[in-house]
């Protein structure tokens, strides 16, 4: 397997002094245009950001995608910030060398492969395309910067390098995520002074591990998510493979618990603890957002998203939450219907008085 996708990054015209992992030839990383099926050549770009430290599996920093808006950002009015997520990041590396999931998560490929299919981008296309990208082009019409973390670690974003040192590298979920919203905000003419936060599947959790950390967030977009995971823990054989999965992202939490059914209770209060649920009913999270899901979604069953979507209809300001029940065999269809994204944030900027 090859270090990552080298078609997109060898054709970039790169950036100046920055040089990128020891096993590549030197080379720069700079502005290129972004386009897909909805967003139009020549008005936005984007640029690849090395994370410098957070170092996935395959040895390669992991990489922060940057959009942007093709018009100068203005001097006294730097644009807002959007952290766009993605998902499938859940995956360990068993005893065998094999994956659970027969793919493996775990590079810096896979991760850059989630976030171009993520954003659309045209490099991303092909014949399992699936039409992804509506949310990018919402923010950007909107005059968002977009930031978008590539997840090597397969860690559902909760990662925070405190992982069993036997397995080889550290997972750093939870600190890529905040660390690209530093990195954005340290950029000429963008500002995390608002902030929104867009998850799509299994990047909806990032959400919760941002409010843990205490990032202020003005907005959150939360589609399809597995949030509510004690299911799993209620068929343990059945679903063996998943719960290893997250005795290995929770090792540290749940280190000298020996007996079985006692580190499966303890693995439940944390995955309730982490929760969407959790962060509305104990931590009165009540940033404007927007929770859908689909009671037909094909990919994660209703167990995991309609808990949130009931304690968010019964907890919140009526004004302030939107809860969508897509009803489709789809999954996080919103990231494929423009029209469906635009209408969603044009009310979430709407509450927060952002609307162009």
């Given at each position: 397997m ?9 054709l970039?015209?790169?950036l100046?002094?920055?040089?990128v ?15 897909n ?5 020549g008005t936005?770009?984007f ?27 203005s001097?006294?009015?730097p644009r ?18 094999l994956h ?5 998560r ?7 492969n ?47 390098g ?6 080889r590298?550290?997972r750093?979920g ?6 690209a ?5 340290r950029r000429?003419g ?9 998850g ?5 959790r ?12 003005d ?8 949030d ?16 290893d ?6 090792y ?44 037909l ?14 304690a968010?209809?019964v907890?919140?300001p009526?004004l ?37």
């Amino acid at each position: 397997m090859t270090p990552m996708r080298t078609p997109l990054l060898l054709l970039l015209p790169l950036l100046a002094g920055c040089v990128v992992d020891q096993k590549w030839e030197e080379f720069e990383l700079s502005r290129a245009p972004f386009a897909n099926e909805w967003v139009e050549r020549g008005t936005a770009n984007f640029e690849v950001l090395l994370a410098q430290g957070y170092i996935c599996p395959d040895g390669l920093d992991a990489r922060v995608y940057l959009v942007e808006p093709a018009t100068p950002a203005s001097a006294t009015e730097p644009r807002p910030l959007a952290l766009l997520l993605h998902g499938r990041n859940f995956d360990r590396v068993e005893l065998s060398g094999l994956h659970p999931f027969d793919e493996d998560r775990l590079s810096t490929e896979w991760a850059t492969n989630q976030v171009e299919s993520l954003l659309g981008m045209e490099s991303a296309l092909g014949a399992s395309a699936r039409g992804e990208g509506a949310w990018v082009a919402a923010l950007l019409e909107q005059g968002f910067a977009v930031a978008v973390p590539a997840n090597c670690w397969g860690d559902l974003w909760h990662g925070r390098g405190d992982n069993d040192y036997e397995e080889r590298f550290f997972r750093f979920g939870a600190y890529l995520a905040s660390e690209a919203i530093q990195m954005a905000s340290r950029r000429p003419g963008i500002s995390a002074e608002t902030l929104l936060v867009v998850g799509m599947g299994e990047g909806g959790r990032g959400l919760m591990e941002l409010i843990t950390d205490g990032v202020q967030i003005d907005g959150a977009v939360v589609d399809s998510t597995p949030d509510w995971l004690s299911p799993w823990l209620a068929q343990s054989a059945v679903n063996h493979a998943e719960i290893d999965v997250l005795f290995a992202i929770y090792y540290a939490e749940l280190q000298g618990i020996v007996e079985p059914a006692a580190k499966l209770n303890a693995l439940r209060a944390l995955l309730e603890r982490d929760s969407l649920v959790n962060a509305v009913l104990e931590r009165g999270f009540r940033t404007p957002i927007l929770y859908a899901y689909s009671s037909l979604d094909q990919n994660v069953d209703l167990a995991f998203t309609q808990p949130a979507a009931d304690a968010i209809q019964v907890n919140y300001p009526p004004l302030d939450s939107r809860v969508l029940d897509w009803v489709v065999a789809d999954h996080a269809p919103s990231n494929r219907d423009p029209a469906q994204a635009r209408t969603q944030l044009e009310w979430l900027l709407g509450r927060l008085g952002l609307l162009q």
